[in-house]
Structure formats: structure tokens, C-alpha cells
């Protein structure tokens, strides 16, 4: 529980800001005063955690620790060179009340064992010895409530040496952090290392298969210097810089990722069973030729995953501006622009200029006639350009798609060595899944404007509906022209690398040992950053048996 300690040993709660105990009639006021100061549904959810573990009701219940444990480390750091009575009890035990001064043993001593201690008035002879009395100084002591019943204080630690203990545990937590620190050095020179033989272009093989595979250091070798430059061109920061002919496009690019975003919520419309039919979306989801689709494609993310996969487009839109502001051939990386991808670029840049134009007399308002027309514009532009990095095929080799260009170039980490494979299958599936997607909404625009122009050529609805292509003969030309593995007589694509590339990632991940989820904190298990104590799991298991006994 992230506001209380569970201690096993003595069923009570103690507070993790204040290191005090707290009964669980207690916790809403606790809680409710300062420092905390929470909301109701907080305590609440405090309060539904505190009935599934098993707490004392009366604080007198609690067992008084043994003088020898070690200080209970819940609750705080133990006070030191307090007063242990040592009058005997009626049970041959000794007292055990402990004073953390002179003034508080001696008044204990007198009210309670009727001790005289022989004090007169005037002025002390010698400064008293302490130990001239029934008590015995300097001693560990701690408490579990800091006032009501059970606030006395108990002694700790007793025939310890805490200080040595204390100090050969920082001995000891030192070493630690010292090995650690020499193992984090050393990986990091082996890192290093590893970078340093991924830039070498005389190396044949790369220090991994995973790396070697994906060839990003062969496709980028003449910029092993220049990866900053590289990671600044998918940067998804705007800049204006005039002393940097990479970024003078920025306030274009601002509108190209707006009309994707707006593109792309289109596209999710038409990806429905009630726009397309359930045979299309079953097509869209093919991968490969010889086999049959087994799901239809879907688009149901969460909004946290929708919003990684769009960034990775916006990163390769952020790639595709900046690196085709690079004048010299030479200077950017060695991908190939086709004809068709060349005109969409040139269309989509002329129509986002216009927006951003646009958009600037409209001061930003994208709802009035001019600026939604001129984004309704590059929106399409923006679907053409998507679509014609998608429908490449490659002559030569896949490293000419310059979507396989941005992914070498995404695989660059800030530390600039490179991605692994658990860290980047995620982001060519962004791609596989936005570009399923943007054929389904291809799809339906096509065989719109197909209907569309037959109506206007003199056809009825009717009939221009009936001879236009269908959803799913378009579909199905995109898909098998280049949205699956190659087939015999097929074309190369980079989709065809990219879902190879993911295979490879996928079954290098099922096949690599992970680093765990789950650590132990005292008796609390830590799992991806909730805590739940063994009394926890032993409650949830409990209900769940309930459960079952009650199904049974």
C-alpha cells in the first residue's frame, strides 16, 4: 500500500511519511490531517485495502518487541541513550519502561516503584553519575503510537552493537555499490565498443544477428559522425531555424501532421463493418497469399498505443520533409525517391503551404471555408504521399525505400548506439498497422470518386454503384500488390522487409530471456510499480477460492 507499512509480525499499520503506528479505526483521520491531506476516494481506497489484511482493533493487543530485536525499521530511526528501569515486576521480569531522560526515569521511579531517590534541596555536589540508580543508560528505544494508549516507549537492540552493526551494513551496502557501479562501467565500455564495431564498414558481421539483420550500420555507414544530424530529422520537436536548411520546413510539416491526425480519424470510420464489407476487412488483414485470413482488421487500440503508433508516422512524415530539404544527393542517406513518390511530395508540400497560409489569415481556425478546404486538400496529398512510400517496388535492393531508410534511421538510440529488438518490433508494427488501415480508407475513397464519376457521366446511383469496383476488389489489389509476402510472380516491397524484419524481432524476443517484472521490498512483491504485501496475496487467493467453493 502506497500510504502504509504492513507489519506482519505485530498487525498494525504504520504510516510511511509519519513512522507511526495507525489502527484501522484511525486511518480516514490520519489521512485526512496533515502532511497528507487526501481525497475521499483515496482514503477510501485505503480503507478497502486495510479490511483484506488481518489488524488488531485494540492497541493494547499489540506484543511489546523483545529488548534484543533490531530496531523495527518502519519506525524510524531509534532514539538513543535513553533510561531502562530495572526494578523487577511481580512475574521476575524487569520493568519494562524506558525514559528518554533523567527527569522522566526518576519521576517513573517515584510514582510508580516508590523509589526514594535521596534528593535534597540545593545545589548538586558532582554532576550525578547516571548509573547511580536502578536504571541502565543509553539505551535503543522506539514507540508505536506517539500518544493514546500503548505511545510508552519500548527498548531495542539491547547487548547490540547497533553503531558497528549500522556500520558494517554501509560497508557492506558500499561494496555493493561500488561492484555495481564497475558492472554499469563495463557495459557501458562494452557498449561503446559495440557502437564503435557497428560504424567499422570493414566489418562483415555486426556484433548481433539482431543487428546484422536489421543493416541499419551498412545502410548508414558515411554518417557514422552525423547521427545526431540523422536523429534530428525524425525529431518531432518544431524548430525555424534559418541557419539549419533541415528545419525550414517546420511550419509545414506542423500542418502535414495535423492532416494526418485528421486523415487518420477518417480512416478509422471506414475501417467498420458498417462502411466496408466484413470480406474487405478480412483482406486487409492478410499477410500472406497461400493463406487464409483468419481476423479481420481492426483498429480497436488504446489510446495510449494509437498515440505511439501515430508519432512513429509523424516521425516518418518528419523524415521525408527534412532529409528531402537536403539539396546534395550525396548528403542524405542512399534511399531512392520513385516518380510517383516525387509528385505526391511536390503536391503535398505546394497543398500544406497553402494551409499553413491559409491557417495563419484564419489565425489557426481550421473550421472556415478557405483553410478547411485547403486542409481537405493536403489531406489528401498527405494520403497520396502515404500511399506511394507504401506501393514501391524495389528494383534493387529493400534499402532504396526510403521508409526502410526511416526505419534504419529510428533504430538510433540518444545514446547513438542501436535498438533492440524488443524496443523496435512495437514500431514496425505501428507501420503494419497504420498502413492496413490507410488501404481500407484508400479503398472507400476510391470507389467513391469511381461512383462519383460514372453518376456525373450520365449513370443512375444505382447503376454506377453496381459496375463501380467493389471495397474488396480494391482492397484486395492493394493487399496483394504490396501489403503481403512475396508470392511467385510478385514484386518486392518494403513491407515485405519490414514484416520479415518483425518475424525475426518477434522470435528473437520469445526466445531471449526478459528482464523480470518483479522484485521483493521486505515482505511487499513490486510489480511494474504496484506493491502488494504477502497478506495481500493471501487475501486475494482466499476470495478466490471462496469464489470457487461457492461455484462448486
Same mark, same amino acid.
Given at each position: 500500500?502506497?500510504?502504509?507499512?504492513?507489519?506482519?509480525?505485530? @498487525?498494525?499499520?504504520?504510516?510511511?511519511?509519519?513512522?507511526?503506528?495507525?489502527?484501522?479505526?484511525?486511518?480516514?483521520?490520519?489521512?485526512?490531517?496533515?502532511?497528507?491531506?487526501?481525497?475521499?476516494?483515496?482514503?477510501?481506497?485505503?480503507? @478497502?485495502?486495510? $479490511?483484506?489484511?488481518?489488524?488488531?482493533?485494540?492497541?493494547? /493487543?499489540?506484543?511489546?518487541?523483545?529488548?534484543?530485536?533490531?530496531?523495527?525499521?518502519?519506525?524510524?530511526?531509534?532514539?538513543?541513550?535513553?533510561?531502562?528501569?530495572?526494578?523487577?515486576?511481580?512475574?521476575?521480569?524487569?520493568?519494562?519502561?524506558?525514559?528518554?531522560?533523567?527527569?522522566?526515569?526518576?519521576?517513573?521511579?517515584?510514582?510508580?516503584?516508590?523509589?526514594?531517590?535521596?534528593?535534597?534541596?540545593?545545589?548538586?555536589? +558532582?554532576?550525578?553519575?547516571?548509573?547511580?540508580?536502578?536504571?541502565?543508560?543509553? $539505551?535503543?528505544?522506539?514507540?508505536?503510537?506517539?500518544?493514546?494508549?500503548?505511545?510508552?516507549?519500548?527498548?531495542?537492540?539491547?547487548?547490540?552493537?547497533?553503531?558497528?552493526?549500522?556500520?558494517?551494513?554501509?560497508?557492506?551496502?558500499?561494496?555493493?555499490?561500488?561492484?555495481?557501479?564497475?558492472?554499469?562501467?563495463?557495459?557501458?565500455?562494452?557498449?561503446?565498443?559495440?557502437?564503435?564495431?557497428?560504424?567499422?564498414?570493414?566489418?562483415?558481421?555486426?556484433?548481433?544477428?539482431?543487428?546484422?539483420?536489421?543493416?541499419?550500420?551498412?545502410?548508414?555507414?558515411?554518417?557514422?559522425?552525423?547521427?545526431?544530424?540523422?536523429?534530428?530529422?525524425?525529431?518531432?520537436?518544431?524548430?525555424?531555424?534559418?541557419?539549419?536548411?533541415?528545419?525550414?520546413? /517546420?511550419?509545414?510539416?506542423?500542418?502535414?501532421?495535423?492532416?494526418?491526425?485528421?486523415?487518420?480519424?477518417?480512416?478509422?470510420?471506414?475501417?467498420?463493418?458498417?462502411?466496408?464489407?466484413?470480406?474487405?476487412?478480412?483482406?486487409?488483414?492478410?499477410?500472406?497469399?497461400?493463406?487464409?485470413?483468419?481476423?479481420?482488421?481492426?483498429?480497436?487500440?488504446?489510446?495510449?498505443?494509437?498515440?505511439?503508433?501515430?508519432?512513429?508516422?509523424?516521425?516518418?512524415?518528419?523524415?521525408?520533409?527534412?532529409?528531402?530539404?537536403?539539396?546534395?544527393?550525396?548528403?542524405?542517406?542512399?534511399?531512392?525517391?520513385?516518380?510517383?513518390?516525387?509528385?505526391?511530395?511536390?503536391?503535398?508540400?505546394?497543398?500544406?503551404?497553402?494551409?499553413?497560409?491559409?491557417?495563419?489569415?484564419?489565425?489557426?481556425?481550421?473550421?472556415?471555408?478557405?483553410?478547411?478546404?485547403?486542409?481537405?486538400?493536403?489531406?489528401?496529398?498527405?494520403?497520396?504521399?502515404?500511399?506511394? =512510400?507504401?506501393?514501391?517496388?524495389?528494383?534493387?535492393?529493400?534499402?532504396?525505400?526510403?521508409?526502410?531508410?526511416?526505419?534504419?534511421?529510428?533504430?538510433?538510440?540518444?545514446?547513438?548506439?542501436?535498438?533492440?529488438?524488443?524496443?523496435?518490433?512495437?514500431?514496425?508494427? +505501428?507501420?503494419?498497422?497504420?498502413?492496413?488501415?490507410?488501404?481500407?480508407?484508400?479503398?472507400?475513397?476510391?470507389?467513391?470518386?469511381?461512383?462519383?464519376?460514372?453518376?456525373?457521366?450520365?449513370?443512375?446511383?444505382?447503376?454506377?454503384? /453496381?459496375?463501380?469496383?467493389?471495397?474488396?476488389?480494391?482492397?484486395?489489389?492493394?493487399?496483394?500488390?504490396?501489403? =503481403?509476402?512475396? /508470392?511467385?510472380?510478385?514484386?518486392?516491397?518494403?513491407?515485405?522487409?519490414?514484416?520479415?524484419?518483425?518475424?525475426?524481432?518477434?522470435?528473437?524476443?520469445? @526466445?531471449?530471456?526478459?528482464?523480470?517484472?518483479?522484485?521483493?521490498?521486505?515482505?511487499?512483491?513490486?510489480?511494474?510499480?504496484?506493491?502488494?504485501?504477502?497478506?495481500?496475496?493471501?487475501?486475494?487467493?482466499?476470495?478466490?477460492?471462496?469464489?470457487?467453493?461457492?461455484?462448486?
Amino acid at each position: 500500500m502506497e500510504y502504509f507499512y504492513y507489519l506482519n509480525a505485530h @498487525r498494525v499499520l504504520v504510516c510511511r511519511t509519519c513512522t507511526t503506528s495507525v489502527t484501522k479505526r484511525r486511518i480516514r483521520v490520519h489521512l485526512q490531517a496533515a502532511p497528507h491531506r487526501l481525497t475521499k476516494d483515496e482514503i477510501d481506497k485505503a480503507e @478497502r485495502w486495510a $479490511v483484506t489484511v488481518d489488524i488488531i482493533e485494540n492497541p493494547d /493487543d499489540i506484543e511489546t518487541p523483545s529488548d534484543d530485536c533490531r530496531p523495527i525499521q518502519e519506525l524510524g530511526r531509534p532514539g538513543e541513550n535513553g533510561y531502562r528501569c530495572t526494578f523487577g515486576s511481580e512475574t521476575g521480569s524487569s520493568c519494562p519502561f524506558v525514559g528518554t531522560d533523567l527527569r522522566r526515569i526518576r519521576e517513573h521511579l517515584k510514582a510508580i516503584h516508590r523509589w526514594d531517590q535521596g534528593l535534597r534541596p540545593g545545589r548538586r555536589a +558532582a554532576p550525578a553519575r547516571v548509573q547511580d540508580g536502578p536504571w541502565k543508560a543509553g $539505551v535503543y528505544y522506539q514507540r508505536f503510537f506517539t500518544r493514546g494508549p500503548r505511545s510508552e516507549y519500548f527498548e531495542v537492540a539491547a547487548g547490540r552493537h547497533l553503531q558497528r552493526e549500522n556500520q558494517l551494513e554501509l560497508v557492506q551496502e558500499e561494496g555493493v555499490r561500488e561492484a555495481a557501479g564497475r558492472f554499469v562501467a563495463k557495459a557501458a565500455g562494452i557498449r561503446k565498443k559495440e557502437v564503435e564495431n557497428v560504424d567499422n564498414p570493414d566489418e562483415f558481421l555486426a556484433p548481433n544477428a539482431w543487428v546484422n539483420r536489421l543493416g541499419a550500420a551498412r545502410h548508414l555507414q558515411a554518417f557514422g559522425e552525423k547521427k545526431g544530424l540523422l536523429r534530428s530529422l525524425i525529431s518531432l520537436d518544431y524548430g525555424d531555424e534559418s541557419d539549419d536548411p533541415t528545419r525550414c520546413d /517546420d511550419g509545414a510539416l506542423r500542418v502535414i501532421h495535423i492532416a494526418f491526425e485528421r486523415c487518420k480519424n477518417k480512416a478509422k470510420r471506414c475501417a467498420r463493418p458498417e462502411t466496408v464489407s466484413w470480406n474487405a476487412l478480412f483482406e486487409a488483414n492478410r499477410v500472406e497469399m497461400s493463406k487464409e485470413r483468419s481476423r479481420p482488421f481492426h483498429f480497436h487500440r488504446k489510446p495510449a498505443t494509437e498515440k505511439r503508433y501515430t508519432q512513429v508516422v509523424f516521425q516518418l512524415f518528419s523524415y521525408i520533409v527534412r532529409v528531402m530539404t537536403i539539396e546534395a544527393r550525396e548528403e542524405r542517406p542512399p534511399f531512392r525517391f520513385t516518380t510517383r513518390q516525387q509528385e505526391a511530395f511536390d503536391s503535398m508540400m505546394q497543398a500544406a503551404d497553402k494551409a499553413e497560409e491559409e491557417l495563419a489569415k484564419a489565425q489557426g481556425d481550421t473550421e472556415g471555408a478557405a483553410a478547411k478546404a485547403a486542409m481537405d486538400r493536403l489531406e489528401e496529398g498527405v494520403a497520396s504521399m502515404f500511399m506511394s =512510400v507504401l506501393d514501391h517496388q524495389t528494383k534493387g535492393t529493400e534499402y532504396d525505400s526510403i521508409l526502410v531508410s526511416f526505419f534504419m534511421v529510428l533504430s538510433i538510440r540518444a545514446d547513438y548506439g542501436w535498438e533492440d529488438f524488443s524496443s523496435f518490433t512495437p514500431k514496425l508494427s +505501428a507501420i503494419t498497422t497504420m498502413a492496413r488501415l490507410f488501404v481500407v480508407k484508400s479503398a472507400v475513397d476510391q470507389r467513391t470518386k469511381a461512383v462519383a464519376r460514372r453518376v456525373q457521366a450520365g449513370q443512375s446511383q444505382e447503376k454506377a454503384e /453496381d459496375r463501380a469496383p467493389s471495397h474488396f476488389d480494391l482492397v484486395a489489389d492493394m493487399t496483394r500488390r504490396f501489403m =503481403v509476402m512475396a /508470392d511467385k510472380g510478385s514484386q518486392t516491397t518494403p513491407m515485405q522487409f519490414i514484416f520479415r524484419l518483425r518475424n525475426f524481432g518477434m522470435g528473437a524476443h520469445n @526466445r531471449t530471456a526478459a528482464r523480470g517484472s518483479v522484485s521483493w521490498d521486505k515482505d511487499e512483491i513490486v510489480f511494474k510499480g504496484s506493491r502488494l504485501s504477502v497478506v495481500d496475496i493471501q487475501g486475494m487467493i482466499g476470495a478466490t477460492v471462496a469464489q470457487a467453493e461457492e461455484i462448486l
